[in-house]
C-alpha cells in the first residue's frame, strides 16, 4: 500500500467534535433516526419501569405486525381499536395507547398528565391480580391441573378465597383500560350537559349574539364526543359479534395449551437503546398457532367470560351514547324553537314594512296635491280680495289628510280581509 493512502492516524475535527459530545448525547442522537420511543413497562407483579425502545424491538417481543404499531402512533390519527393478536393485544382507546402480553403491560404514553391515574388504577389491579394468584400452584401453567386443579372446557380456573374467579392477567389490564375510557367518555359527557342546558335556557329566554355563539361551541363539542363514543361503542360491538376475535384475546390460555414457561421478564433500569434479549414466555411460541389449536377453537369457541366482562362497558358506553344523543335532540328542539321564535319576529317586521310602505304611497297622495297648489299658477285661492281664502285653504289641507288617511284605512282593512296581515 502508497504511503499516499494509509489513513492518518489523527483524528480530523469532525471526529474530534464527535468524540468530544458525551455519550448520552450519541445515544439520544442515534434514537432520533431508530424512532426509539419511552414506554412505560408494567409485569405482572404491578412493578413499573420506563424503558426506551424501537419499534424492531417492540416487534421481536409481542410478536405485532408494523401496521398494528401504527395504530398506537400518537402522531398519527386512528379510530378506537382493539385488536386481538396471538401473543398480544393492542389497545387504541382514548387517551390510552397500550400493548397487552399474557404477563406485562406496555404504556406508550405514560407521560401523559391524563394517563398517571389510569397508571396508578392498573398498578393496583396487577398488584392485587398477583397476590391472588401467586398461592396457585405453578402447575396451572404446566398443564396439571388436568389431574389435580379444577378446570373448566380446558381452561385455567383461578379463585379467590371467597369463590370468585380470578380473570387472566390480560383480562385485568383490558378491564383497566376499558374502564379509564368509558370514564373518561362519561365524565366529558356529564360536564357537557350541566353546561349546555343553561346555555340552552338561556339563549330560549334572550336571542343574543354571545348566547348563540355560546350554544354554538357547546354543539360542536357534542358532535365530537358523540362521534368518538360512537367509535368505541361500534368497536366493542364488533368484538362482540366475533367470537374468533375475542378467541384470540385469550392470550394466556394460548401460552398454556403451547407448554410456555411462567418465567417472568426482566429488564435493564439503565435500557437507553434496546430490550435486551431475555427468555420470555413467549420465546418458545411460534408465530402462528398449530392446525390442532385451531381446530379446538374452532369446535368449540367459550368465550363467555370475555363476553360479560365487554358487555358490561359496552352497556356502560351505550349509556353515555343515549345520553348525547338526547342532548342533542335538546339541542335541536332549542334550535328549532329558536327559529319559530325568529319566523315570527321576521313575520311581524315583514308585516309593519307591509303597514308602513301603504302609508308612505298614500301620503306621497297628499304630496302631490301640495306640489300641486305650489305651481306658479293664478288661482282664485291665492288672491288677497278675495274673503274666503284662507277658509278655502283650510278646508283643502284637511280634506287632503283626511282622504289619505281614509284610503290608508280601507287599504289595511282589504288586507285583513285577503288576509295578507295574518
Not at 345 to 367: D, W
Request: charged fraction near 25%; glycine fraction near 6%; charge should be negative.
Amino acid at each position: 500500500m502508497r504511503s499516499d493512502q494509509i489513513p492518518s492516524s489523527k483524528p480530523d475535527e469532525a471526529d474530534r467534535e464527535l468524540l468530544s459530545r458525551p455519550a448520552t448525547s450519541l445515544i439520544t442522537a442515534r434514537k432520533k433516526g431508530t424512532g426509539v420511543r419511552a414506554w412505560l413497562l408494567l409485569d405482572s407483579t404491578g412493578q413499573a419501569q420506563t424503558v426506551e425502545v424501537g419499534k424492531h424491538a417492540i416487534m421481536r417481543r409481542t410478536g405485532l405486525p408494523a401496521r398494528d404499531l401504527r395504530i398506537l402512533d400518537p402522531l398519527l390519527s386512528y379510530p378506537s381499536t382493539v385488536l386481538g393478536r396471538e401473543r398480544a393485544i393492542v389497545i387504541n382507546l382514548e387517551h390510552i395507547k397500550a400493548i397487552i402480553t399474557a404477563q406485562e403491560v406496555l404504556l406508550l404514553n405514560s407521560k401523559d398528565p391524563s394517563v398517571t391515574p389510569f397508571v396508578e388504577e392498573l398498578q393496583k389491579r396487577l398488584t392485587f391480580h398477583f397476590h391472588a394468584t401467586k398461592a396457585q400452584p405453578e402447575r396451572s401453567l404446566l398443564g396439571r391441573d388436568h389431574e389435580e386443579g379444577r378446570k373448566t372446557d380446558g381452561r385455567q380456573s383461578v379463585e379467590n378465597r371467597d369463590g370468585s374467579k380470578v380473570l387472566p392477567f390480560e383480562f385485568v389490564a383490558l378491564e383497566a383500560c376499558l374502564e379509564a375510557a368509558c370514564s373518561c367518555l362519561e365524565i366529558e359527557a356529564k360536564t357537557l350537559e350541566q353546561e349546555a342546558h343553561p346555555a340552552l335556557d338561556k339563549l330560549t329566554s334572550k336571542i343574543s349574539t354571545l348566547n348563540l355563539e355560546r350554544v354554538r361551541q357547546i354543539k360542536s363539542r357534542l358532535v365530537a364526543i358523540t362521534g368518538r363514543v360512537q367509535k368505541v361503542r361500534d368497536e366493542l360491538e364488533h368484538l362482540l359479534d366475533d367470537d374468533e376475535d375475542m378467541a384470540e384475546m385469550y392470550l394466556t390460555e394460548k401460552l398454556a395449551r403451547e407448554g410456555g414457561h411462567g418465567a417472568s421478564s426482566s429488564y435493564d433500569p439503565d435500557i437507553q437503546a434496546d430490550i435486551p434479549h431475555v427468555h420470555h414466555p413467549f420465546s418458545a411460541l411460534s408465530r402462528t398457532l398449530t392446525s390442532t389449536t385451531r381446530s379446538a377453537m374452532s369446535k368449540h369457541l367459550d368465550v363467555e367470560e370475555l363476553e360479560m366482562l365487554l358487555e358490561a362497558y359496552f352497556v356502560q358506553v351505550d349509556g353515555t351514547l343515549n345520553k348525547l344523543s338526547a342532548l342533542r335532540e335538546y339541542v335541536d328542539d332549542t334550535e328549532d324553537y329558536i327559529n319559530i321564535m325568529l319566523d315570527d319576529k321576521q313575520n311581524h317586521l315583514l308585516r309593519m314594512g307591509v303597514m308602513l310602505t301603504t302609508a308612505t304611497l298614500f301620503i306621497s297622495f297628499f304630496i302631490v296635491l301640495a306640489g300641486v297648489f305650489g305651481m306658479n299658477i293664478e288661482i282664485e285661492l291665492f288672491k288677497e280680495d278675495v274673503k274666503q281664502g284662507m277658509p278655502k285653504f283650510l278646508w283643502t289641507v284637511g280634506g287632503g289628510a283626511m282622504g289619505t288617511v281614509f284610503l290608508f284605512v280601507g287599504a289595511i282593512a282589504w288586507y285583513k280581509h285577503k288576509r295578507l296581515l295574518e
